[in-house]
């Protein structure tokens, strides 16, 4: 039972470069979501969806774009890449969007140059 | 906007300490309230779920507390070991919208 997987772990981008991060969650869960985590700054929702084909915007959407084609995957875009976007990116799920505990993945650990 | 503060950011205790990590937030109409674990390059793990109408929740040493009205929550750990040492964040979801707002974490050391 592998929960929820990111993919990939670590990117070396170049400013405007483009790249996509995959999340895929085995646990057949409705919601989905995208955070990044900066030193002193805890974590800071992107993205989320509520369900396949749903997606919303999160605290700082900026500079992103998301797409739920499947229930099972969330994917996070950078279409032209900025150095402020150098963090770690996590991908959670839940089961619903209210009283059950978030299932994070392991986290996707990204440098723009 | 709902803000939710962590204090102390880091802390340091000798192992077999009982001791208590704190989180408040300035919103009272949450939903539920989450602790949660993070170990050093790794992901979070949920340690404790409190819903709005419950006052703590309890799992083996650690026990987490609920006071809406003044806007704070306690993480209670008893008898700490080394391998309590990580990041513990708190998290609040509110009753609009149904995000999850966090809490800068408390960075937390227990010396053998």
């Known amino acids: 039972n592998a929960g929820v997987t990111q993919t990939p772990k670590f990117r070396v981008l170049k400013t405007g470069q483009s790249m996509t991060l995959l999340c895929a969650q085995d646990m057949n869960h409705e919601y989905m979501y995208w955070y990044r985590q900066d030193p002193g700054m805890g974590l800071r929702l992107i993205h989320y969806s509520v369900g396949e084909g749903t997606t919303a915007k999160g605290e700082v959407p900026d500079g992103y774009n998301v797409s739920r084609l499947k229930k099972q995957n969330f994917l996070l875009g950078l279409e032209s890449a900025a150095p402020s976007q150098t963090s770690v990116y996590f991908c959670?799920?839940?089961?619903?969007?209210?009283?059950?505990?978030?299932?994070f993945g392991a986290g996707s650990r990204l440098t723009v140059l | 906007k709902q803000e939710v503060t962590q204090i102390p950011a880091a802390l340091s205790v000798p192992e077999g300490e009982n001791l208590v990590l704190n989180c408040s937030f300035t919103d009272s109409a949450i939903y539920n309230l989450q602790w949660f674990r993070q170990d050093p390059g790794k992901g979070l793990t949920s340690l404790l779920l409190?819903?709005?109408?419950?006052r703590e929740q309890t799992s083996g040493r650690l026990n987490a507390s609920l006071d809406k009205s003044s806007g704070r929550s306690t993480l209670y750990i008893a008898a700490s070991q080394p391998g309590d040492s990580a990041t513990y964040l708190c998290a609040v979801r509110g009753n609009q919208g149904g995000k999850l707002i966090f809490g800068q974490g408390t960075e937390l050391s227990v010396k053998p």
């Open positions: 409190i819903q709005s109408s419950q």
């Open positions: 959670a799920s839940s089961y619903d969007g209210g009283a059950n505990v978030l299932t």
